[in-house]
């Protein structure tokens, strides 16, 4: 058994607007930074968007959750097929962090470790929205890495939406 057998597959609240999710991906470390920074490769496993690699460079950030697995299950109501966010690098140290604004006041900060073959993701994210939306932003997030850890070892994902409504409820009555 290794530290990386042991991580919990949920995110955690690490503070009162503030969730952590770890995931153990195969490397080398900068395969990994290349699906955080590169579109064509960050769009396979959460959002499209062309990233200046500077800090202090806004980006559009496009979702297009039914085009990351096929089939893509059943999108919950109230979701589009579409959907895009502003955002803004805050941190760019290529290939250990990579930091953006989320919205209109949230944060995430993405670190990458190198450990032997593999590497350790870490993903926090500040200063959530409260209630149903932070809900579901901890279940987009389980969902969207458990999708980078599947497309990092060539494997076939999960149908996306049928995962989100499954961890959605699972987030639902966990702390």
Not at 29 to 48: C, F, G, M, N, P
Not at 55 to 74: H, I, K, Q, S, Y
Not at 100 to 123: Q, R
Not at 149 to 163: C, H, I, L, S, Y
């Amino acid at each position: 058994m290794n530290e990386f057998s042991t991580l919990d597959a949920y995110g955690a609240l690490t503070g009162p607007d503030t969730l952590e999710i770890r995931r153990n991906l195969p490397g080398p470390i900068e395969r990994v930074w290349r699906y955080l920074t590169e579109s064509d490769l960050r769009s396979k496993w959460l959002a499209a968007g062309e990233m200046e690699g500077k800090v202090g460079a806004p980006f559009t950030l496009t979702w297009r959750n039914d085009e990351l697995t096929d089939p893509p299950g059943a999108r919950p109501e109230g979701f589009s097929g579409e959907h895009s966010m502003e955002s803004r690098v805050t941190r760019f140290e290529p290939p250990a962090a990579l930091e953006f604004t989320w919205g209109e006041s949230g944060a995430v900060l993405i670190e990458l470790e190198a450990k032997g073959d593999a590497v350790l993701l870490t993903l926090t994210h500040r200063r959530l929205p409260e209630g149903e939306v932070r809900q579901m932003i901890r279940a987009g997030w389980h969902a969207h890495l458990d999708v980078l850890v599947a497309r990092a070892k060539g494997e076939e994902p999960a149908p996306f939406w049928d995962e989100w409504s499954r961890l959605k409820e699972k987030y639902d009555v966990r702390e």
